[in-house]
């Protein structure tokens, strides 16, 4: 029977119920909790290092105000990177190649920033609309493009995530079915293929950190026109 490379792609489900759920809390598993003692071990000291680096370089050009979001983005930020390096690994689903998922993050978080800005700046949220010094004609023109920018954000968002991981998947699953049928009749050739479908895992595997990263950064650069 002729399997799509699409099928990859389908939610999983056992018995008709979707285990799409547990792909999604399966990774907070899989982090260690701190404990209440004063010396951690060595995991646990890198866990936190890397947290505190993170949510420092993402904090530092937001105002006070924008650190509220700290945990938000910082817990989106390992969620994703988490999800996205698991989906990576042999016979697994990975959660992220759906775009009903990555718009269900990117719109309310957009829409938050969205109202932030004007509940608490309304004249600069407005102002971004018109740059300023446009000449009187374009006026009507630039205000529709820019709104229409604006809308489009949350939805490149998603798109962006959803398309770069699905690329990815495809690819390694094509190089890796060429692979396996030049093996038997021609092995030099399928061996130069199983070099280069691995210098395309690693790409894949900086592809799923990098989503991840610039997904919850465009967030953090939204918020901070609105803070």
Do not use: C
């Not at 009903?100 to 978080?109: I, K, Q, T």
């Not at 009187?136 to 991981?165: D, H, Q």
């Amino acid at each position: 029977m002729m399997v799509s490379f699409f099928d990859q792609f389908a939610s999983p489900s056992h018995l008709g119920i979707p285990l799409i759920a547990i792909a999604i809390a399966l990774p907070w598993v899989l982090y260690p909790t701190p404990s209440s003692r004063w010396i951690n071990n060595r995991l646990i000291t890198v866990q936190g290092w890397l947290i505190n680096r993170f949510t420092n370089q993402l904090m530092l050009p937001l105002n006070v105000k924008g650190h509220k979001w700290a945990l938000l983005l910082t817990s989106l930020m390992i969620f994703l990177l988490t999800i996205n390096m698991l989906g990576l690994l042999p016979y697994t689903f990975t959660p992220t190649t759906q775009l009903s998922l990555n718009m269900g993050f990117a719109m309310p978080l957009w829409l938050a920033t969205v109202i932030i800005g004007m509940r608490n700046q309304p004249t600069i949220a407005l102002g971004h609309l018109l740059p300023e010094g446009t000449p009187i004609p374009l006026i009507p023109v630039l205000i529709i493009i820019e709104t229409i920018s604006l809308f489009i954000r949350p939805l490149a968002l998603g798109v962006r995530l959803t398309a770069n991981l699905t690329a990815g998947h495809l690819l390694i699953q094509l190089i890796a079915t060429a692979v396996f049928t030049l093996l038997p009749m021609m092995p030099t050739v399928a061996i130069l293929t199983a070099t280069v479908l691995f210098l395309l895992t690693l790409l894949e595997i900086a592809v799923a950190m990098i989503q991840a990263y610039v997904f919850v950064l465009l967030l953090s650069l939204y918020l901070q026109e609105n803070v």
